[in-house]
T-cell receptor, first 111, second 113 residues
């Protein structure tokens, strides 16, 4: 079983729709990251969370430490939001600060 | 805004050749990482580096791999004798001390023929 599970794997939406991507993890963590990967391959950090909720523009990330679950929400989605969204965790159980990644969610927003 | 840079963006090499992938982390960062992503798969951790030594490495990071910070600005990943299965996107990341957020470079696409 993967330490980090994301759902859905693929998501297609119409422009303007509210998007939710989910991430569940099985280990104790010190931080969770949401990352965005565009078709060219580059990775951009969107959020780093250890508790609660963060908001940046149309993006909102929440985390529930007790339930080992995080969600990434996109409000008023736009075609330029089309990308792969990746959840990654920093485990409490490793001595270093390595990240363990989910498989990613491919989001396509149609105009 | 400071960013992590990587060169080259794409490297093509023959099986058995040595390759060096280069990264310039953000200048005040202290922790450095290499990750790789085989096409169609998830990103995997290779190695972390702090205070001029490896702090953690994965099972992927065998004797064929090495890292170095030769001059205080560059951070390199060397693969001594490349194999077909080393073909992947390699990402460098860095972070400042005491702050967990890692910043990623744009990646180097390595193709081994």
């Amino acid at each position: 079983k993967n330490e980090v599970e994301q759902s859905p794997q693929n998501l297609t939406a119409q422009e303007g729709e509210f998007i939710t991507i989910n991430c569940s993890y099985s280990v104790g963590i010190s931080a969770l990251h949401w990352l965005q990967q565009h078709p060219g391959g580059g990775i951009v950090s969107l959020f780093m969370l250890s508790s609660g909720k963060k908001k940046h523009g149309r993006l909102i990330a929440t985390i529930n430490i007790q339930e080992k679950h995080s969600s990434l929400h996109i409000t008023a989605s736009h075609p330029r939001d089309s990308a792969v969204y990746i959840c990654a965790v920093r485990s409490e159980e490793t001595s270093g600060s390595r990240l363990t990644f989910g498989e990613g969610t491919q989001l396509t927003v149609n105009p | 805004e400071p960013e992590v840079t990587q060169t080259p963006s794409h490297q093509v090499t023959q099986m058995g050749q040595e390759v060096i992938l280069r990264c310039v982390p953000i200048s005040n960062h202290l922790y450095f990482y290499w990750y790789r992503q085989i096409l169609g798969q998830k990103v995997e951790f290779l190695v972390s580096f702090y205070n001029n030594e490896i702090s953690e490495k994965s099972e992927i990071f065998d004797d064929q791999f090495s890292v170095e910070r030769p001059d205080g600005s560059n951070f390199t990943l060397k693969i001594r004798s490349t194999k077909l299965e080393d073909s992947a996107m390699y990402f460098c990341a860095s972070r400042a001390g005491g702050i967990n957020e890692q910043f990623f470079g744009p990646g180097t696409r390595l193709t081994v023929l």
